[in-house]
Nanobody
Framework: QVHVAESGGGSVQPGGSLRLSCAAS????????MGWYRQAPGNQRELVAL???????KYADSVKDRFTIFRDNAKNTVILQMNSLKPEDTAVYFC?????????????????WGQGTQVTVSS
């Protein structure tokens, strides 16, 4: 079992910054991908950014050039640095971990989600 915990959410004014952290813990074999998603009231959950192991980060067009995702593999942690925040960034942000495990001699890929952290951007 892998546990995913987010932190760093809060309330800021437009143009402000927040730094979200996500840490995976538990029985970890290998993490292939870590990413951030968000869901605003009445909307579907959408991808914000993700970073595969050893790969190039990907961003939603709406956050490109404002957000930066990076990870510390040694600590099983992913960071989302959010700058120039806009009201439309307001949402609950969820961390997703794509975990590669082993079960009875075979590999198994499982998605694990955090419980979410609230980000509010308003004046």
């Amino acid at each position: 079992q892998v546990h995913v915990a987010e932190s760093g959410g809060g309330s800021v004014q437009p143009g402000g910054s927040l730094r979200l952290s996500c840490a995976a813990s538990g029985k970890i074999f290998s993490i292939n991908v870590m990413g951030w998603y968000r869901q605003a009231p009445g909307n579907q959950r959408e991808l914000v950014a993700l970073i595969p192991n050893g790969g190039i980060p990907k961003y939603a067009d709406s956050v490109k050039d404002r957000f930066t995702i990076f990870r510390d593999n040694a600590k099983n942690t992913v960071i989302l640095q959010m700058n120039s925040l806009k009201p439309e960034d307001t949402a609950v942000y969820f961390c997703k971990v794509v975990h590669l495990g082993r079960e009875q001699g075979t590999f198994k890929i499982t998605d694990f989600w955090g419980q979410g952290t609230q980000v509010t951007v308003s004046s």
